[in-house]
């Protein structure tokens, strides 16, 4: 397939993205330095990547998917939804897309990601599949009375996960199970005594070439990322290793290409267990725009175009991005610009051009220096300007 | 005038750029950052910017450009040829226009910028207004017998210049002056003995902010800006100091919103003369999208919307930008990225999706870092990948 689009002379490439929202507007900009033609499929009109949509329409609808397809070189994602039925239809006809649905299969599932976690040997939590309250049962028993139960598709930001420590606590969820009729199952998990939470985010092209970012932590709030801090404080050395070798196994394990992005666990007892992936450029990546050398999201094009990939190195020695959640009760995050420019003139502010809603990610904020304590201040201090 | 624009429950501020090249091009991505929504008035289908394009039309009709002014909140430029005329109207008509035109006519006619800056005091190259080959002669007869000669208007990158050692070799300009009939002249300067031009870049806002990089020297060849050194090689303490000192003075004097570049003559005697200005950003700040942290886009967006400005300090010690003049003799830059990014993985390439031609410049790298020799290497090394 090759619809590359004539610009006076020059031929450019195409890079068509599935979905509107942050993550391919934050793509926008990467584009445009590169010269690489990027065109959107939204849901709706005046989502948050509306500047570079070229159609609006229902990213589960075959056809809908196929005609965008047609105009574009190499499909890529700002999320995972897209049914495997309408990706291995764009594949057998010939489309790039990348991820790839033999990959993304493991984004879009919990039970098969943590199976073929388990069949590559890497670390990860207790876990089972169960179907009813009685095999819940079972895993509580044994493991202290406590446990994490996640549906096996549909969750993000703490949604679908829910810590219970009695067997009908997820009773609901068995039976909307049951009523799908798919032989669907849980994911019950034990629950991890862990010091912290970790993302390594990595970058991989078909061709092979794995491009890593230092280790980040991630600071969590009710299932929401609030913060990350790269890199991970005291992480060099072997965790940041450890980490690095644990996503570059998953990426070559899975196949998988563009951004990587996998949720760790740092055990109380020093040992890292994959929690989540991502298979996009994701919240613990955004620091690299402002942070990097190379920002996630060029990385992300250059590895769905299989070219080489940029350098990862930090730009400054620590980076504290912090989350813009929710937003002003009244009025646009921009209507705090001359409080908040004033206040903070190093720090970065990137703005989704979403409504403010309770608990919505509305945008983020990166601070970069030398000193720790001084860029969390600093980036905490600007988030505050957009909250209330 | 209010345009603001409505995306779902937000208002978001609309920027409106006359010009559609590779300027407006690289405010996208600093817009799509900040959340400014961006429109502009290309002059044809396929410009650099077309992403943001909203109309394409004649920047000197004057109903084309009040018609796309009454759709945004402030009107900024790629360029500096707007006619005074269509630049006034829109002011009497309440629109806000950064820089204005009383700031822009110095940037229009290089004799009224000689003129003023006589006026403000700053030093100049010795120059004279002539209307005729017997008032050359007298300059030249005053000048060691050479001098350059400068059209007022309409030069860029090396055009509407020549060096002279003979009072009739203006005469083509001055029958062209007659013909026109505006009681027009030329600009004479003597031949400045320089050991290297410079620029000096600022911001400035409507209420008077001034935010200002460091000084940057620019290499040119054949009249074309080819590199820019950032900062400047041994330019710290006097020359930094006298530098942000002239262009201060010209933005405050002049009045100019937005981004101001001043290009200087370091002398062999250690002055500074203001040699040209652009009210703009400008090639010479190019460097900043990667080196600083902020750039001189995102700076220019700030502030022609009169917000407070961002920080100006280097990312890394050293920048090095390197213009793409040309291109390559067939395909396009994209052609060359598997091999330049495969040899040089942190230089930031900038394709501005212009079609190569001699002497074009059709983009930019720029590379950063501890060492000037090897961020010097690096960026030639890789703006070579792009030329043949």
Known sequence: MNARTEIGEQMSTIVGVIGG???????????????????VLAEADGMSAELAAASVGDYRDLATVLAFAETVDVVTFDHEHVPQAVLKELVARGVAVHPGPDALLYAQDKLLMRKRLAELGLPVPDWASVTDADELAVFLADHGGRAVVKTARGGYDGKGVRVVSHAHEADDWFLALAEDGNDGALLVEELVDFRRELAQVVARRPSGEIAIWPVVETVQLGGVCAEVIAPAPKSAGRLSDLAADIAERVANGIGVTGVLAVELFETTDGRLLVNELAMRPHNSGHWSIDGSITSQFEQHLRAVLDLPLGGTALREPWSVMVNVLGGPSEGSMADRYPAAFAEQPTVKVHNYGKDPRPGRKIGHVTASGADLDTVTYQARATAAFFQD
Chains 1, 2 share one sequence.
């Open 21 to 39: 929202g942050q993550l391919a507007r934050m793509m926008i900009p990467a584009a445009v330095n590169l010269g690489v033609d990027i065109r």
